[in-house]
């Protein structure tokens, strides 16, 4: 039997006993408490609060503008809707890369007001010192390496990175530190299939990727893309398991036609 299926509760223990086993680990993003509830009860192992939740949920162009009072809602009501799952939540831009004393703040009001687990980072060698403040406190720290969106203004661009060998040095370097230092996994973005792989194969924390092929330890998607509510972004790595986007449009259609034709509420749809 799967790991998975055997355990009440994901820990960041259980899921490095999946990565020594070989078995990939499934993470998806949520924002809410009635979405987290149905991942949760579905069985997946992370939920991921992003802070795409700046785009998904707010409609905002980049992740920059979420802040950290959000993410406490958005987290703190994924966490009422879970039983079993393990809960990492996203620092927003601008709450950890100032000093390690601010990143250690954010993280315990995550932490404590939130009911949370564990906490993710964007970055590598250049927030070590704030890593090392966090996890000094007892908190778990998910890395991010590769397509870091909260330096999207530096990228200039969404496409993909570390194709050249200076660049895909530097993020491997990040990978080793990230593990070296004690975060409990890594989230790989968009970079070659090879190079994650590389990555996956050379540290023992599990690597999840999103846009970063098969050769990693499990695999990330934000919850809206996957389900197909956001039907213009539609990048080669997602996968859609859904058309929610048409189905609930047309149920929002039906009802108005319904509402205009005064069809709804029938005798038995009233007191
Ligand atoms: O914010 C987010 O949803 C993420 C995933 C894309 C990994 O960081």
Request: some cysteine.
């Amino acid at each position: 039997m799967s790991i998975h299926k055997k355990v009440k509760r994901i820990t960041t223990h259980i899921l490095q006993e999946m990565k020594h086993n070989g078995e990939k680990i499934s993470m998806l993003t949520a924002y809410d408490y009635s979405m987290a509830k149905i991942v949760d009860e579905a069985g997946i192992d992370i939920i991921l609060v992003g802070d795409s939740a700046s785009n998904v949920m707010a409609g905002h162009e980049t992740t920059l503008p979420i802040t950290l009072d959000q993410m406490i809602y958005h987290a703190s009501s994924v966490v009422r809707g879970i039983s079993r799952t393990l809960v990492v939540v996203d620092l927003p831009f601008g709450t950890y890369q100032g000093d390690s004393k601010a990143a250690l703040n954010s993280s315990i009001r995550i932490m404590k007001e939130s009911g949370a687990h564990a906490v993710k980072l964007e970055g590598g060698h250049q927030i070590k010192e704030s890593i090392e403040r966090i996890l000094s406190a007892g908190i778990p720290v998910m890395g991010h390496l590769g397509l870091t969106p909260q330096s999207i203004y530096k990228f200039g661009t969404y496409t993909v990175r570390a194709k050249e060998e200076e660049e895909a040095n530097t993020l491997l370097n990040d990978a080793k530190l990230l593990e070296e230092i004690g975060c409990f996994a890594i989230v790989l973005e968009k970079v070659p299939a090879k190079l994650a792989q590389r990555v996956a194969e050379s540290i023992s924390i599990p690597v999840i990727g999103i846009g970063a092929g098969a050769g990693v330890d499990g695999q990330v998607l934000v919850l809206h893309d996957m389900l197909g509510i956001t039907h213009e972004f539609s990048p080669r790595f997602l996968r859609r398991y859904h058309s929610l986007y048409e189905e609930m449009k047309g149920a929002v259609e039906n009802y108005i036609s319904d509402v205009k034709s005064k069809s709804f509420p029938n005798d038995k749809e009233q007191y």
